[in-house]
């Protein structure tokens, strides 16, 4: 039995039988049926089922962000949007699905020769819950698009999202199991993946359970698309639109009360403008309305269950132990609820939680360096390699810089984020392989080539 819990009322909003190994069984079955039908749709069948499911996300986007909120703890304001994201997901891929996987010409000695994407099958998606509607969709939209199914195993503590959503995708239309939810415990994930009508999986989620999907993907020769997280470098540099980077940096790190992927964890920042980019960062911080995730005014909510904030608050404790510094926070509230204090740290060295590790809550570390070159390697010193921000002015300087970063994203004077419009995905520890824009489609199709005689001669 799972139950979702709001963190803010700790009250059990709902309890969920999980399926049974036989029930398991037949939707798989059945989903595997689905894609039988589903392979044989149009682009513009499949495109007018996910015009549909945007307009339905848009006309119920206030239901759904209450869902949201309630079950994981983000503020009303941010699951608003995250629902529009998944609405625009959908949109672009109903428009350009079909373009990106266009069949393409290749010369050879053949009349004719060419390399086309076809679907392979069963996809199945192992999805965290801290963005319960996008992270669903951006596994699968793309996935389905391409003429393939998708049964998601969503986190346990979100299953009434994952119920929600596919309950969506009925009332747009799409024949039943083409998206299929899964309410089962880790342990039968394997018995998923192992399936033959499984074709591949893709994963959002920590080092740890990548490395076991990973190694039970190839157990039984599926391929998998990992997302695992990040610790990402927020360079500024001295010469910086000051207001405009520290602002945006506060914004990145304390989005859904930092639990996030890919937003900026390490705060790299020349020696020249240290002192007036913490002192800027934790005004902000003190400032900021800590509260009721369902009020218009609350800026950050509480985190999303009780084990991640005892998780941050050891990262944090250790590191103070180690010789780090608290500027303001570094505590949980004392009324028994699940706010930890936005967190200001310095004094961060190598060997503490808090810069070697992903820190999943918020909790903002800044780090001197001496120059730009000094930056890029305090950025490249740490497994992950998920995003990144970079802040100058001197656009030859950041886009060299770029290049020597090693991450999966590089944003100039930007947010790191994920968009529809562009790959989205990491190197190193931070995962392999692609979601979003055309290389996202792309990952679970059968690239088949297909040669043609110029003439046949007896």
Same mark, same amino acid.
């Given at each position: 039995?799972?139950?979702?819990?709001?963190?803010?009322?700790?009250?059990?909003?709902?309890?969920?039988?999980?399926?049974?190994?036989?029930?398991?069984?037949?939707?798989?079955?059945?989903?595997?049926?689905?894609?039988?039908?589903?392979?044989?749709?149009?682009?513009?069948?499949?495109?007018?089922?996910?015009?549909?499911?945007?307009?339905?996300?848009?006309?119920?986007?206030?239901?759904?962000?209450?869902?949201?909120?309630?079950?994981?703890?983000?503020?009303?304001?941010?699951?608003?949007?995250?629902?529009?994201?998944?609405?625009?997901?959908?949109?672009?891929?109903?428009?350009?699905?079909?373009?990106?996987?266009?069949?393409?010409?290749?010369?050879?000695?053949?009349?004719?020769?060419?390399?086309?994407?076809?679907?392979?099958?069963?996809?199945?998606?192992?999805?965290?819950?801290?963005?319960?509607?996008?992270?669903?969709?951006?596994?699968?939209?793309?996935?389905?698009?391409?003429?393939?199914?998708?049964?998601?195993?969503?986190?346990?503590?979100?299953?009434?999202?994952?119920?929600?959503?596919?309950?969506?995708?009925?009332?747009?239309?799409?024949?039943?199991?083409?998206?299929?939810?899964?309410?089962?415990?880790?342990?039968?994930?394997?018995?998923?993946?192992? $399936?033959?009508?499984?074709?591949?999986? @893709? %994963?959002?989620?920590?080092? !740890?359970? =990548?490395?076991? *999907?990973?190694?039970?993907?190839?157990?039984?020769?599926?391929?998998?698309?990992l997302e695992l997280g990040?610790?990402?470098?927020?360079?500024?540099?001295?010469?910086?639109?000051?207001?405009?980077?520290?602002?945006?940096?506060?914004?990145?790190?304390?989005?859904?009360?930092?639990?996030?992927?890919?937003?900026?964890?390490?705060?790299?920042?020349?020696?020249?403008?240290?002192?007036?980019?913490?002192?800027?960062?934790?005004?902000?911080?003190?400032?900021?309305?800590?509260?009721?995730?369902?009020?218009?005014?609350?800026?950050?909510?509480?985190?999303?269950?009780?084990?991640?904030?005892?998780?941050?608050?050891?990262?944090?404790?250790?590191?103070?132990?180690?010789?780090?510094?608290?500027?303001?926070?570094?505590?949980?509230?004392?009324? $028994?609820?699940?706010?930890?204090?936005? @967190? %200001?740290?310095?004094?961060? !060295?190598? =060997?503490?939680? *808090?810069?070697?590790?992903?820190?999943?809550?918020?909790?903002?570390?800044?780090?001197?360096?001496?120059?730009?070159?000094?930056?890029?390697?305090?950025a490249n010193d740490t497994?992950?390699?998920?995003?990144?921000?970079?802040?100058?002015?001197?656009?030859?300087?950041?886009?060299?810089?770029?290049?020597?970063?090693?991450?999966?994203?590089?944003?100039?004077?930007?947010?790191?984020k994920s968009d529809p419009?562009?790959?989205?995905?990491?190197?190193?520890?931070?995962?392999?392989?692609?979601?979003?824009?055309?290389?996202?489609?792309?990952?679970?199709?059968?690239?088949?080539?297909?040669?043609?005689?110029?003439?046949?001669?007896?």
């Open positions: 039995m799972f139950q979702s819990i709001n963190p803010y009322t700790k009250a059990i909003i709902f309890e969920h039988t999980e399926h049974t190994v036989q029930e398991v069984e037949n939707l798989i079955s059945l989903t595997h049926n689905a894609f039988l039908k589903w392979k044989t749709f149009s682009f513009g069948q499949r495109g007018e089922r996910f015009k549909k499911l945007a307009i339905l996300l848009r006309e119920n986007k206030e239901t759904f962000a209450t869902l949201i909120t309630t079950e994981m703890g983000k503020i009303i304001s941010e699951s608003r949007a995250e629902i529009e994201k998944c609405a625009w997901l959908c949109e672009h891929y109903a428009e350009h699905a079909a373009s990106m996987l266009q069949p393409e010409i290749f010369e050879t000695d053949a009349g004719k020769s060419y390399l086309r994407f076809d679907p392979v099958g069963i996809i199945y998606g192992i999805m965290p819950w801290n963005f319960p509607f996008w992270q669903a969709f951006r596994a699968a939209v793309p996935t389905m698009m391409a003429g393939n199914t998708f049964i998601l195993k969503h986190a346990p503590n979100v299953i009434g999202t994952a119920k929600a959503i596919e309950k969506l995708f009925l009332k747009a239309g799409f024949p039943k199991n083409t998206f299929t939810n899964l309410i089962i415990p880790v342990s039968l994930s394997e018995k998923v993946i192992a $399936h033959p009508f499984v074709e591949g999986v @893709t %994963l959002t989620g920590s080092q !740890k359970a =990548g490395s076991i *999907v990973a190694a039970q993907a190839g157990k039984y020769l599926k391929k998998s698309v990040g610790s990402d470098p927020y360079i500024v540099l001295k010469d910086a639109e000051f207001n405009v980077s520290c602002k945006t940096g506060v914004c990145s790190r304390f989005l859904n009360a930092g639990q996030v992927c890919i937003s900026a964890k390490r705060f790299i920042v020349e020696e020249a403008v240290i002192n007036q980019f913490m002192e800027e960062q934790k005004r902000l911080l003190e400032n900021m309305v800590l509260g009721d995730p369902m009020d218009e005014k609350t800026e950050m909510g509480p985190m999303a269950r009780p084990d991640l904030l005892e998780n941050i608050e050891k990262q944090v404790n250790q590191s103070v132990l180690m010789g780090a510094k608290i500027l303001c926070g570094g505590k949980r509230r004392d009324d $028994h609820s699940l706010f930890y204090e936005p @967190t %200001l740290i310095v004094n961060a !060295k190598k =060997g503490m939680p *808090v810069f070697d590790e992903e820190t999943f809550g918020p909790v903002s570390v800044v780090i001197p360096a001496k120059d730009a070159e000094d930056a890029i390697r305090i497994p992950y390699g998920l995003g990144a921000s970079l802040w100058t002015q001197n656009m030859e300087l950041a886009e060299k810089l770029a290049g020597e970063i090693e991450a999966g994203a590089v944003f100039i004077n930007g947010m790191t419009r562009l790959p989205f995905g990491g190197t190193k520890r931070s995962g392999y392989g692609r979601e979003l824009a055309y290389p996202g489609i792309r990952e679970f199709v059968n690239q088949k080539t297909v040669w043609i005689a110029s003439s046949v001669t007896s």
